[in-house]
């Protein structure tokens, strides 16, 4: 077996991911501003480690976002390709919405990390969302009084954890929601 002397080793290669993964539930809980030692307590590795893998907070951060956006990607890609246009839409106001309650706080953050990057994932994705939206109004299967720059906000307003007016939000409390939206959206 020949390994590459430039290709990163299995531990190493792992702990890559350990930090992706941590610092992943670390800046969805605390901002983007939690620090390596949260990191890596949440990652089960040395701050050392953290450093090792991304010596410049900057790389890590974009890191973090990548990996969010091409998730989001994905999942909006799959949406559009459903056959049922319906479902496509639902499916991606879902995802979005799972995303947007695991990951609070980021989306303010965009333009201001990553760079080029990112701005591009970003567009991407908002290429997909209006494909989607605009592909079940176009099968009246989504209200055409919604404009694809809703989605966003709605997918957010499913979630959107904490207490308001002394009641706590259990978790039940956004699928709940998620399906209210969904029902008032849906086309005649």
């Known amino acids: 077996m020949s390994i590459h002397p430039w290709a990163p080793r299995a531990d190493a290669q792992r702990n890559a991911a350990l930090v992706l993964a941590g610092a992943r539930r670390a800046v969805a809980s605390t901002g983007l501003d939690v620090s390596y030692h949260e990191i890596a307590r949440e990652a089960g590795v040395g701050v050392g480690t953290v450093y090792r893998r991304f010596p410049e907070r900057d790389q890590l951060m974009a890191a973090v976002l990548r990996d969010i956006l091409n998730e989001l990607i994905r999942t909006a890609e799959d949406s559009v390709e459903r056959t049922d246009p319906w479902e496509g839409f639902t499916r991606l106001l879902s995802g979005l919405a799972i995303r947007t309650a695991e990951d609070a706080g980021l989306s303010g953050t965009l333009d201001a990390h990553g760079g080029p990057d990112i701005a591009a994932l970003r567009h991407r994705l908002l290429e997909l969302i209006q494909q989607a939206t605009e592909r079940a109004q176009q099968a009246d299967a989504l209200r055409d ?3 694809w720059q809703d989605i966003p906000f709605l997918a957010q307003a499913a979630v ?6 002394g009641l706590p939000a259990d978790p039940a409390r956004g699928p709940r929601t998620l399906r209210v939206i969904l029902d008032g959206l849906h086309g005649s």
């Open 145 to 147: 009084d919604v404009d």
């Open 160 to 165: 959107t954890p904490g207490c308001f007016l």
